[in-house]
């Protein structure tokens, strides 16, 4: 069964600094996907980034990248340039390809920046 | 852009009631999801469904029922509340299983 961890419960940074927190993930599949998802104080969740475990290169979309090492089943979020709205808690998932129901989360690291 | 609207947003029920949750989404997506969040921990699936009238259970389904009558919709029916209970029930849409699954608002539900 797939499984995820996110061993930071929280992180403080100051603002405009880099913030990188970690996830690992167990799976019996050769094929998977891994997401990271942010939920903001209202409770909002958004999708922020995903990577596909067929592709070598680390995915980036604005100031979010991953950090991807396959062989330690490590998918790693780096948050560049923070400014205080980064404040949130953020999720780690992923979705086998073949055995999955569905995304399961890790329990969130939260994210604290400060000016 | 399209909206997933759940109804309620809050919810209070008493201990042994049936209650239900609804999800709306006009993504057009096929595969839809409900998820609980209890305070401080990550989100667990209770069902998903990949189609019209398809359900299939998650970790979490024992004391939940599903229904999906129509692609745009899918309910949640907690089938005895349990006292002093309180959670988030999150509903999702994907387009395939494979994209990233958008969130609704959630339901808060508190038990008496």
């Known amino acids: 069964a797939q499984k995820v961890t996110q061993t930071q419960t929280s992180i403080s940074v100051v603002e405009k600094t880099t913030v990188t927190m970690d996830c690992v993930y167990e799976?019996?599949?050769?094929?998977?996907?891994l997401f990271w998802y942010k939920q903001t104080a209202s409770g909002e969740i958004v999708f922020l980034i995903r990577?596909?475990?067929?592709?070598?290169e680390n995915a980036t979309v604005g100031h979010y990248s991953l950090n991807f090492q396959k062989p330690k089943s490590s998918i790693g979020l780096i948050i560049t340039a923070t400014q205080i709205e980064d404040s949130a808690v953020y999720f780690c998932?992923?979705?086998?390809?073949?055995?999955?129901?569905?995304?399961?989360f890790g329990l969130g690291t939260r994210v604290s920046v400060f000016p | 852009g399209g909206i997933i609207t759940q109804t309620p947003k809050f919810l209070i029920g008493q201990e042994g009631q049936k209650l239900t949750l609804k999800c709306q989404q006009n993504?057009?997506?096929?595969?839809m999801y409900w998820y609980r969040q209890d305070s401080g921990k990550g989100l667990r699936l209770i069902y998903y469904?990949?189609?019209?009238?398809?359900?299939q259970k998650g970790d979490l389904s024992e004391g939940y029922d599903a229904s999906r009558e129509k692609k745009s919709s899918f309910s949640l029916t907690v089938t005895s509340a349990q006292k002093n209970e309180m959670a988030v029930f999150l509903c999702?849409?994907?387009?395939?299983?494979?994209?990233?699954?958008?969130f609704g608002e959630g339901t808060r539900l508190s038990v008496l």
């Open positions: 999702a849409s994907s387009m395939g299983q494979n994209q990233a699954p958008l």
């Open positions: 799976t019996r599949d050769s094929s998977y996907f």
């Open positions: 990577q596909d475990s067929y592709k070598k």
């Open positions: 998932a992923m979705r086998e390809s073949y055995y999955a129901q569905g995304l399961t």
């Open positions: 993504f057009n997506h096929d595969t």
């Open positions: 469904s990949i189609t019209e009238n398809d359900l």
